[in-house]
């Protein structure tokens, strides 16, 4: 019995040993299954450009309005425009020709362009669909040189940080054959700046939040008319998303909380010392499935 007593602190011992072994291994699993459900971290992704067109607005409970939005819309006769096979094959031809020489232009001219042809792409940006026909775009049009210059500083300073620590090695990699950086001269020299800025939600008469079903898919078709606007004026630009800068971006030209940028463009001729990459587009094959 005594000799049982003696040994009763060791068995105790042992046991509080056992079950911190067991605690320590069960917690270190649960630690390595909770890393492995976790996204990969991506410091360089901007919160303004991601994607919520996924998660629309949280309808009130029992709203049942239609968010200032006419419930009869009347319909019109409709008939579109009919060409030949020869008329649609020279015309889609054409079109593609035209198209197929768009390239991203980083060194544009000073040179004015008239503003009735800006008004005219952006126009036609206008025309694209939208989720419910709601709309969900804003384009802004900088041509004030010092605000075009306030521009280039919000823009190179976070393009700096984004090159040296946000974006990582590879991307960096896959960039310096395009010879590109943070250095962004054309924010200057472009007549214009055209910021899409896409709106992820509206606001009703009664001061209640509209809901724009798919914004961004919305908006970056209305970017692709425009783009194609632009080659067909005779204008050029580079498509540039200026990562974590849309907050600062979007407080200088006075936008509401409603916009997040989406495309910065540049927008006007190219100087007669420019530059491209002589890059090769992928031929039709390769981008089209027929089944």
């Keep these: 019995m005594a000799l049982f007593s003696s040994l009763t602190p060791v068995f105790i011992a042992i046991i509080c040993v ?4 067991i605690m320590k291994k069960t917690n270190g699993e649960k630690e390595k299954r909770d890393t492995k459900s976790k996204h990969p971290s991506r410091p360089w992704v901007d919160e303004d450009l991601k994607d919520s067109t996924d998660h629309p607005l949280e309808e009130e409970e029992g709203e049942e309005e239609w968010q200032g939005l006419e419930e009869n819309v009347a319909h019109v006769p409709f008939t579109g425009e009919r060409y030949s096979e020869a008329e649609m094959i020279k015309r889609s031809q054409t079109f593609y020709e035209l198209l197929n020489k768009r390239r991203s232009v980083r060194f544009l001219s000073d040179e004015s362009v008239p503003r009735e042809v800006i008004d ?11 989720g419910a026909h709601t709309e969900p ?11 075009k210059h306030k521009i280039r500083e919000i823009v190179e300073e976070e393009e700096e940080i984004n090159y040296k620590k946000r974006m990582g090695d590879r991307w960096v ?13 054309y924010l200057d020299t472009a007549p ?4 899409i800025f896409k709106q992820v939600y509206g606001q009703l008469p009664n001061g209640k939040k509209k809901t724009h079903y798919y914004n961004e898919i919305s908006v970056s078709i209305a970017c692709g008319i425009l783009l194609a606007a632009l080659q067909n004026a005779g204008l050029y630009t580079v498509t540039s998303t200026p990562l974590n800068c849309g907050p600062q971006l979007r407080v200088l030209l006075h936008r509401p909380a409603n916009e997040k940028l989406l495309l910065l463009l540049p927008v006007g001729y190219p100087k007669k010392d420019a530059t491209v990459p002589a890059l090769s587009r992928k031929p039709l094959e390769d981008i089209m499935v027929v089944m």
């Design 18 to 21: 056992l079950i911190g072994v």
């Design 120 to 130: 005219n792409v952006i126009r036609t940006a206008g025309t694209s669909p939208s």
């Design 137 to 147: 775009w804003t384009f802004v049009v900088v041509q004030d040189p010092y605000l």
């Design 173 to 185: 990699n896959d960039l310096k054959r395009l010879r590109t950086n943070w250095i962004k001269e």
């Design 192 to 195: 214009y700046l055209i910021l």
